[in-house]
């Protein structure tokens, strides 16, 4: 079980950056993947997540609009696109899974960290 996150990096606020997540190990097992933040001193948000076996998004209203979760089963991969970064966006970026639900995290990458300054 292991689940690996890239593409953070520095952008200017207004900018895009993809953050993929590359899952093995048990993906076909997964009820739902997503992502969720944490920046120093806040509290942990989870910021998005899609059920893996078809169904709607969810989105945080701190990103609804502007960030938009897909997932590739045959890639067995997670992305996260993100526009129009704000300065608030910045913070470690961790995919995660579950085979409960988005509320039960139970398998969670190491992060990549995204700054927009």
Not at 8 to 20: E, H, I, N, T
Not at 53 to 61: I, L
Not at 68 to 87: E, F, G, I, R
Not at 89 to 114: H, K, M, N, P, R
Request: aromatic share 10%; net charge neutral; charged share 15%.
């Amino acid at each position: 079980v292991q689940l690996v996150e890239s593409g953070g990096g520095l952008v200017q606020p207004g900018g895009s950056l993809r953050l993929s997540c590359a899952a093995s190990g048990f993906f076909d097992n997964m009820h739902c993947m997503g992502w969720f933040r944490q920046a120093p001193g806040k509290e942990r948000e989870g910021i998005a997540h899609i059920n893996t076996r078809g169904g709607s998004a969810h989105y945080a209203d701190s990103v609804f609009g502007r960030f938009t979760v897909s997932l590739d089963n045959a890639k067995n991969a997670l992305y996260l696109q993100m526009n129009s970064l704000k300065p608030e966006d910045t913070a470690l970026y961790f995919c995660a899974a579950s085979s409960v639900g988005w509320s039960v995290i139970e398998y969670c990458g190491q992060g990549t960290q995204v700054t927009v300054s």
